[in-house]
Every structure is written in C-alpha cells, then in structure tokens.
C-alpha cells in the first residue's frame, strides 16, 4: 500500500456527517411516510402527532420506561400540554434544538422534566438563574424570611400568571407583623390572586396559590353567630367558592421530597377555596364539610386549613389535593394502614412551629 492511499485511509477515518445525521432524522419528524409507529394525542382537543418508538426511546428516559413496561403501546394521551408547547418539545427531541421565550420557558421546563429530558432541563434551568430579572426580585428576596432565588424560580414555574412576582408585593408575614384575623382579612380579602408561604421551625417549607384569592362571605350580613347556627350546605355557600388553578405545593420537606407542585384531583370542586373571619378557621385550600347538620369545629376539615390563633395548620392533605408519591390518604382514622404507605396527612404537619407569609398584588 503506497503512502497516498494510507493517507486517504486516514482522511476517511476522521469523516464527520452529523450534522447530515441531525437533517435526516429530524426529516422523519414531519414525513408522513417515515415508519411512524407511534400516536402522541396533546392537548384539550386531543390533537393526534405521529412519532417514532425508537426515537422517543433512545432520547427520553420517560418513554424508555413507558415502552419497556408496555411494548405493545401505541397512543399516549396528555391533554395538560397544548398542541404547540408538545410541538416545540417533538423539535427537540427529534433535531437537540428548541426555541423559547419567557411566556413559555416554564411550560418547557416542566414538560423536559416530566420526560426526563435532562440537558434541556439543566440547560433552561441554568438560563433562568441568570437570564430572567423579576423586577420586583430583590424587594421580594430582601423583605422575605423565607423566599430565597431557587424557591422563586420553582414558584415562578408553576404559578399561571407569569407577571404575579413582578407585580406583587409581601402582603403579611407572622415572624415581622403582629396581626389577628380581622386584620388579616380587612387587608386580604378581595385581592384576587395569591400566595401563601408556611415555614416550620425546622426548616421545611409548603404553602398554596389561589388565582381568585380570599373573598368577604357573600352575604354582607353574614354575623358570627350564623356561622355555629347554618347548615353546612348554606355556610359552603356563603364562604366557598372555586378554583380549579389553585395548588398546594411543597419546596423543603422532612421526606426529601423534591420540590413539587400539587394540583386539585378533579377541576370541578365548587368549594375549593374558603375565607371566612367568623368561625372555626381563618381561610383554607380543599375545604370539606358533612352534607348535613350544623357547622362546627368537628366537621370543618380541608388539605390546608389556617386557623384563628395563626400558630399552625390543620392539615387533611390528600382530601382535595393530589399527594406525593408513597404517601395515601386515610379517610377514617380507625382505618388499618399499609405500613409500605406514609399518611399523606403528616406531609405539611412535620417540623414544629410555622412562620407564614402571604403575597397578592
């Protein structure tokens, strides 16, 4: 073999398509002959995206599990997640590249992180430390006993209303203001969208969101006395109303727990959110009363109640709320327990004396 030959051996060694590698596969994302073998329905319409197993395998841990626990499976349905942010995701899947912006950059974050998609995660996580400038950032984090920068972006993330901390400011907080619910309520009520933060003596850190806030009671008549003497179906009436964007969420807990968001298990609770400054309780997320009878203390239960003396929640996580993995909720108390399952009522309850600060515009 002569020394020209050799050296062509070695120009072929060091031959690189990926960028033609990158082209060709990406062409099988649109081409509606390319041995697609697998259905993505996204979105409230359910609009079908034709995709590729093997693809989706290789490049999202998610699906790997998915395709390996069921071989067989074909469609794969996620309403939660529109047609376009589904869209941009498929991009990158197929091609490692992706456009966003700031009205979209959370939705993305969330859905890489459910797809376990961990360069685009750690890569937009990355740009949201030190790219995205709330405005309203350093009041926050100066005025706040427990916010810190990792906590703003994860609430950031998960809040729908993308302006909320650019616009809100730090309503109460139980550790700098000495207050009682009258006032709390005379400078709450009625402030649309807010925040709730709870920080334990131990450290560990939940709270909840509600997009229509804590409202005066319906009636302008509503007295104290009636609220011991109305029936449950008439006090719920009175005081609750709903909201199918709230959320409970936990950002430090005593189960090394990640930091997770907690939605409403169904959309359509009338009583999602109470507020009343009579009573048994200050204000709650999932409230839930007896069908009959009078209201009292007894049966007056909700997953986040606050109540009249601001030193600590009543807690029935699980009742309204979706609860964290390996957790269950027992209805009953006398109910036998599966000791390989934590009670999900313990989850905000762990960790001694709370501090709370609340948030609205």
């Known amino acids: 073999?002569?020394?020209?030959?050799?050296?062509?051996?070695?120009?072929?060694?060091?031959?690189?398509?990926?960028?033609?590698?990158?082209?060709?596969?990406?062409?099988?994302?649109?081409?509606?002959?390319?041995?697609?073998?697998?259905?993505?329905?996204?979105?409230?319409?359910?609009?079908?995206?034709?995709?590729?197993k093997l693809i989706l395998s290789c490049r999202s841990s998610y699906f790997y599990q998915i395709f390996k626990q069921n071989p067989s499976l074909n469609e794969i349905s996620f309403p939660e997640i529109n047609e376009t942010i589904m869209n941009l995701i498929l991009d990158y899947i197929y091609k490692g590249e992706i456009d966003f912006n700031e009205r979209n950059v959370f939705k993305i974050w969330n859905i890489s992180q459910k797809f376990e998609l961990n360069d685009l995660s750690n890569s937009i996580q990355t740009y949201l430390e030190s790219n995205i400038q709330l405005s309203n950032k350093n009041k926050l984090l100066k005025e706040s006993t427990i916010l810190n920068e990792e906590y703003l972006i994860n609430l950031q993330k998960w809040i729908p209303n993308?302006?909320?901390?650019?616009?809100?400011?730090?309503?109460?907080?139980?550790?700098?203001?000495?207050?009682?619910?009258?006032?709390?309520?005379?400078?709450?009520?009625?402030?649309?969208?807010?925040?709730?933060?709870?920080?334990?003596?131990?450290?560990?850190?939940?709270?909840?969101?509600?997009?229509?806030?804590?409202?005066?009671?319906?009636?302008?008549?509503?007295?104290?006395?009636?609220?011991?003497?109305?029936?449950?179906?008439?006090?719920?009436?009175?005081?609750?109303?709903?909201?199918?964007?709230?959320?409970?969420f936990t950002l430090k807990n005593p189960y090394n727990f990640p930091p997770s968001k907690f939605p409403l298990q169904k959309k359509d609770l009338p009583y999602t959110i109470y507020s009343c400054d009579y009573g048994s309780g200050n204000f709650a997320f999932g409230l839930s009363l007896e069908s009959s009878g009078f209201v009292h203390r007894g049966n007056l239960k909700a997953d986040l109640l606050f109540n009249s003396n601001w030193d600590h929640v009543d807690s029935d996580f699980g009742l309204n709320y979706q609860i964290p993995p390996g957790f269950t909720y027992y209805k009953n108390e006398g109910e036998s327990k599966d000791k390989n399952l934590k009670d999900s009522k313990t989850f905000f309850t762990e960790g001694g004396k709370q501090e709370f600060e609340i948030y609205f515009k």
């Open 1 to 52: 073999m002569n020394l020209n030959n050799l050296n062509n051996l070695n120009n072929l060694n060091k031959i690189k398509h990926h960028f033609q590698l990158i082209n060709s596969i990406y062409s099988l994302r649109n081409s509606s002959n390319s041995f697609q073998n697998f259905t993505i329905l996204t979105g409230k319409n359910l609009i079908k995206i034709y995709s590729h």
């Open 162 to 248: 993308q302006n909320f901390f650019k616009l809100c400011k730090l309503g109460f907080s139980k550790k700098k203001n000495d207050f009682n619910t009258n006032d709390f309520h005379q400078k709450s009520d009625d402030k649309g969208e807010t925040l709730v933060l709870i920080k334990t003596e131990k450290g560990f850190i939940f709270g909840g969101y509600t997009s229509v806030g804590f409202k005066k009671p319906k009636d302008e008549e509503f007295e104290e006395t009636q609220a011991y003497t109305i029936g449950a179906e008439e006090f719920k009436k009175k005081c609750c109303y709903p909201d199918e964007l709230s959320f409970l």
